[in-house]
């Protein structure tokens, strides 16, 4: 049985960091001084379980301190059994509510090129020139939520 929520880096740096190593460090082969970053203490962390075990992580959080308006989501990550059943759909889907819920008028995210067209299924909107972080090609892509609740 799938378990979704929501928790504070300081609750779910236990769960979500072991996830992201394997999958951006490991993986990826992203430098791993830049897997955490200032962001995940003030982020709030989807995590994700299977039958009591963390499987998947990603994290939503203000884009900018001062604007009440604008979110980024970042560090998506699914281990490599569980990819491709449809979990990262349904994590993007609850991102995106989080966003709808709370009010927020923009998201934005880094996407990976090869994942460009996965975001675009969600909405999202190439906004930038290609451009390289952690060693890997990314878009800059954004959303602007039209279900307001």
Request: hydrophobic share 40%; glycine share 6%.
């Amino acid at each position: 049985m799938y378990q979704y929520f929501f928790k504070p880096w300081s609750e779910a740096s236990p769960i979500a960091y072991p996830i992201r190593y394997q999958v951006f460090v490991l993986e990826q082969r992203i430098p791993i001084d830049l897997e955490i970053d200032e962001h995940d203490a003030s982020a709030q962390h989807l995590i994700v379980l299977l039958n009591q075990k963390p499987i998947g992580t990603a994290r939503i959080f203000k884009a900018n301190h001062q604007s009440n308006d604008h979110l980024k989501i970042g560090r998506l990550a699914i281990l490599k059994d569980h990819r491709r059943q449809g979990l990262g759909s349904k994590m993007m889907e609850m991102l995106i509510n989080y966003a709808e819920i709370h009010q927020y008028k923009k998201i934005s995210l880094h996407a990976q090129i090869d994942a460009l067209g996965f975001y675009e299924n969600f909405g999202f909107i190439a906004d930038s020139e290609e451009f390289i972080e952690g060693g890997i090609l990314h878009r800059e892509c954004v959303k602007f939520p039209t279900k307001i609740t």
